[in-house]
C-alpha cells in the first residue's frame, strides 16, 4: 500500500459544486501539503500543515480550504469549483528537521465543467 | 523572492545518450536543491539532492552539483534509457535542518522522451 494515499484519483465536477480531496498517511510525518499542478507551470504550494494546529496558507490559497483532522489526515476542500481550478492535486508529508525531501501522494485529478 | 527556472522541454534522445536539464535558481540563504521525477501516472518521486555548495547529488546514474557561484543544479546522466522517460522537475527549499519549513518551490517541469 502506498504511504501517501489519495482520494479521489480521479474527479469530474460542475461550476459551482463543493468538492473535497482527502490525503492520509502513514509514515508518521507531522507536516502536511498540497499542490497543485498545472501544465508548464509545475508545482505550486495551497496550503501546508506543520502539526494538528498549525495551517498556514501557500501562494494560491484563494478559492481552496484545508482541514486537518489528525496527524495522519489532511483534506483539501474546494466551496464553490470553477473551471480554472481543473488540475492535479498532490498531497505531500515530510519529517521536521530534514532537509526538506517531501513524499507525494499519487494525485488526483480534477475537472471542473 | 525564491524561483526556480528550467530549460523548456520536451527534450527527446535516443537510447543511450547524454542527458542534461539546465536548472538555474534565485534564493536568499542557504537552499537545498533537489530534483524529483514523475513517471507517467504517478506522483513525484525524489531523484537526488544537494544540501550546500558543491555537493553532488546522484542516484540510478543520475548526477547534479550544487554550484553556488553559478546558481545551477544541471541534471545528467551519462547513457539514458526508455525506462528514464519522465518529466524531471528541479526545487529549491528554504533551508536545512529544523529551520527549514519544508516548502518547495519547483520549476516547471521537462519532459524527456527516450527513443529505443
Known amino acids: 500500500d502506498a504511504d501517501v494515499t489519495q482520494t479521489p484519483r480521479n474527479r469530474i465536477t460542475k461550476t459551482g459544486k463543493r468538492i473535497m480531496l482527502e490525503c492520509s498517511q502513514t509514515?508518521?510525518?507531522?507536516?502536511m501539503y498540497w499542490y497543485r499542478q498545472d501544465p508548464g507551470l509545475g508545482l505550486r504550494l495551497i496550503y501546508y500543515?506543520?502539526?494538528?494546529?498549525?495551517?498556514n496558507k501557500g501562494e494560491i490559497s484563494d478559492g481552496y480550504s484545508v482541514s486537518r483532522q489528525a496527524q495522519a489526515k489532511f483534506s483539501l476542500s474546494l466551496e464553490s469549483a470553477i473551471p480554472n481550478q481543473t488540475a492535479f492535486y498532490f498531497c505531500?508529508?515530510?519529517?521536521?528537521?530534514?532537509?526538506?525531501?517531501?513524499?507525494f501522494g499519487e494525485g488526483s485529478r480534477l475537472t471542473v465543467l | 523572492g525564491n524561483s526556480v527556472t528550467q530549460m523548456e522541454g520536451p527534450v527527446t534522445l535516443s537510447e543511450e545518450a547524454f542527458l542534461t536539464i539546465n536548472c538555474t535558481y534565485t534564493?536568499?540563504?542557504?537552499?537545498?536543491l533537489f530534483w524529483y521525477v514523475q513517471y507517467p501516472g504517478e506522483g513525484l518521486q525524489l531523484l537526488l539532492k544537494?544540501?550546500?555548495?558543491?555537493d553532488k547529488g546522484s542516484n540510478k546514474g543520475f548526477e547534479a552539483t550544487y554550484r553556488k557561484e553559478t546558481t545551477s543544479f544541471h541534471l545528467e546522466k551519462g547513457s539514458v534509457q526508455v525506462s528514464d522517460s519522465a518529466v524531471y522537475f528541479c526545487a529549491l527549499s528554504d533551508g536545512y535542518g529544523s529551520g527549514n519549513t519544508g516548502k518547495l518551490i519547483f520549476g516547471q517541469g521537462t519532459t524527456l522522451q527516450v527513443k529505443p
Open positions: 534564493a536568499t540563504g542557504y537552499p537545498s
Open positions: 505531500a508529508t515530510s519529517n521536521t528537521g530534514n532537509t526538506g525531501e517531501l513524499f
Open positions: 509514515k508518521g510525518h507531522d507536516r
Open positions: 544537494a544540501t550546500k555548495a558543491d
Open positions: 500543515s506543520f502539526d494538528v494546529k498549525d495551517i
